[in-house]
């Protein structure tokens, strides 16, 4: 009977220790509820202040969006840990547990924040701008703290990572006002090579739209099996001309400029020799059997000394003093 009358002695006493300690914390519990509550309210406060500078400096609203959440979530860091240490808390243990789990889980949401953090601050492109990232080239439309938004040519809407924005070439087509284009173009071997560059070097001076300084002039690219490479190459002004635009109109005259002139286009030219005396069967040409059709292949047979086209342009024809037959195409 008295070990009974000792446990609820115990017991009693128990309750009444945890009831004490309740009541004890309870006006430590207020004022942290009460500091927890006002670090929000600060924290809003610290966000709509910080907008509101970044506005007034000119930034877009991504660095708006960036600075505004960056304040008020460490406000609010803030007003926790003062709350926790006013309940006599120890938050180290919990610090080095979140850390620890938050290092692993949110290392590419956090170095894509810091990375459009960057990118706000340094400024390598802004909204508006056309940039080419990656495979990607569009106009960009909006930074946040996690991605990029471009809207490609075709239309479509391209999310990429800000890490990849920082830790990838980026090119910036309205970095600057002036941009160089250069069109390719292919002329045959027997045409005036110093006439053609003369005549598309004149073409691009006479074009209003065309910055004479740095001055137009035509290169030559490279010799092709058939052909001669050449490139056009002229600046232009982004602010008083489109360029894609006048780099179809430049294409364009060029053509004719070339058929005023009487100037040949490459294409593709193949010479091939035959022995005469092996060449039974490139004179003896099949006809192929109509599908549908209940008429059998016919044999042709083509005269030695007679040319014939095919619709591919090939021909056959004897080779003078050499016993051979010269197919060219």
Same mark, same amino acid.
């Given at each position: 009977?008295?070990?009974?009358?000792? /446990?609820?002695?115990?017991? $009693?006493?128990?309750?009444?220790?945890?009831?004490?300690?309740?009541?004890?914390?309870?006006?430590?519990?207020? #004022?942290?509820?009460?500091?927890?509550?006002?670090?929000?309210?600060?924290?809003?406060? &610290?966000?709509?202040?910080?907008?509101?500078?970044?506005?007034? $400096? *000119?930034?877009?609203? *991504?660095?708006?969006?960036?600075?505004?959440?960056?304040?008020?979530?460490?406000?609010?860091?803030?007003?926790?840990? /003062?709350?926790?240490?006013?309940?006599?808390?120890?938050?180290?243990?919990?610090?080095?547990?979140?850390?620890?789990?938050?290092?692993?889980?949110?290392?590419?949401?956090?170095? =894509?924040?810091?990375?459009?953090? #960057?990118?706000?601050?340094?400024?390598?492109?802004?909204?508006?701008?056309?940039?080419?990232? @990656?495979?990607?080239?569009?106009?960009?439309?909006?930074?946040?703290?996690?991605?990029?938004?471009?809207?490609?040519?075709?239309?479509?809407? /391209?999310?990429?990572?800000?890490?990849?924005? +920082? $830790?990838?070439? &980026?090119?910036?087509?309205?970095?600057?006002?002036?941009?160089? &284009?250069?069109?390719?173009?292919? &002329?045959?071997?027997?045409? !005036?090579?110093?006439?053609?560059?003369? #005549?598309?070097?004149?073409?691009?001076?006479? !074009?209003?739209?065309?910055?004479?300084?740095?001055?137009?002039?035509?290169?030559?690219?490279?010799?092709?099996?058939?052909?001669?490479?050449?490139?056009?190459?002229?600046? /232009?002004?982004?602010?008083?001309?489109?360029?894609?635009?006048?780099?179809?109109?430049?294409?364009?005259?060029?053509?004719?400029?070339?058929?005023?002139?009487?100037?040949?286009?490459?294409?593709?030219?193949?010479?091939? !020799?035959?022995?005469?005396?092996?060449?039974?069967? #490139?004179?003896?040409?099949?006809?192929?059997?109509?599908?549908?059709?209940?008429?059998?292949?016919?044999?042709? +047979?083509?005269?030695? =000394?007679?040319?014939?086209?095919?619709?591919? @342009?090939?021909?056959?024809?004897?080779?003078?003093?050499?016993?051979?037959?010269?197919?060219?195409?």
């Amino acid at each position: 009977m008295a070990t009974v009358t000792n /446990v609820q002695d115990q017991t $009693s006493q128990g309750v009444v220790d945890f009831v004490s300690t309740i009541v004890a914390k309870v006006p430590a519990f207020i #004022l942290a509820v009460l500091v927890f509550g006002a670090a929000i309210l600060i924290a809003k406060i &610290v966000k709509a202040w910080a907008q509101r500078s970044i506005l007034k $400096s *000119g930034s877009n609203e *991504g660095a708006m969006s960036i600075v505004g959440k960056t304040a008020y979530i460490g406000t609010i860091v803030i007003g926790l840990t /003062v709350a926790l240490k006013i309940l006599e808390i120890d938050i180290s243990f919990i610090v080095a547990a979140m850390g620890f789990g938050l290092g692993f889980a949110m290392k590419d949401i956090l170095e =894509n924040y810091f990375s459009g953090v #960057l990118i706000l601050v340094q400024k390598p492109f802004t909204v508006g701008d056309i940039i080419k990232a @990656g495979d990607y080239v569009g106009k960009v439309e909006e930074i946040e703290a996690r991605a990029t938004f471009i809207r490609v040519f075709d239309g479509q809407r /391209v999310i990429i990572p800000n890490s990849s924005m +920082i $830790s990838g070439p &980026v090119i910036n087509y309205s970095a600057f006002p002036e941009r160089r &284009v250069n069109i390719d173009f292919s &002329v045959s071997y027997d045409v !005036n090579l110093q006439k053609v560059a003369e #005549l598309v070097t004149k073409l691009l001076k006479s !074009n209003p739209k065309i910055m004479q300084e740095p001055a137009p002039w035509v290169s030559i690219g490279a010799f092709g099996d058939s052909n001669v490479d050449l490139v056009a190459h002229f600046w /232009v002004d982004r602010s008083q001309a489109n360029w894609l635009k006048l780099s179809t109109d430049v294409k364009r005259l060029i053509k004719e400029t070339f058929e005023a002139n009487n100037i040949t286009w490459s294409y593709p030219v193949v010479t091939l !020799n035959v022995n005469r005396h092996d060449s039974e069967d #490139l004179y003896t040409v099949m006809d192929k059997t109509i599908p549908g059709s209940d008429k059998p292949p016919q044999e042709m +047979i083509i005269p030695t =000394n007679i040319e014939t086209s095919s619709e591919s @342009g090939m021909h056959v024809e004897p080779v003078a003093g050499n016993d051979n037959m010269s197919a060219q195409g």
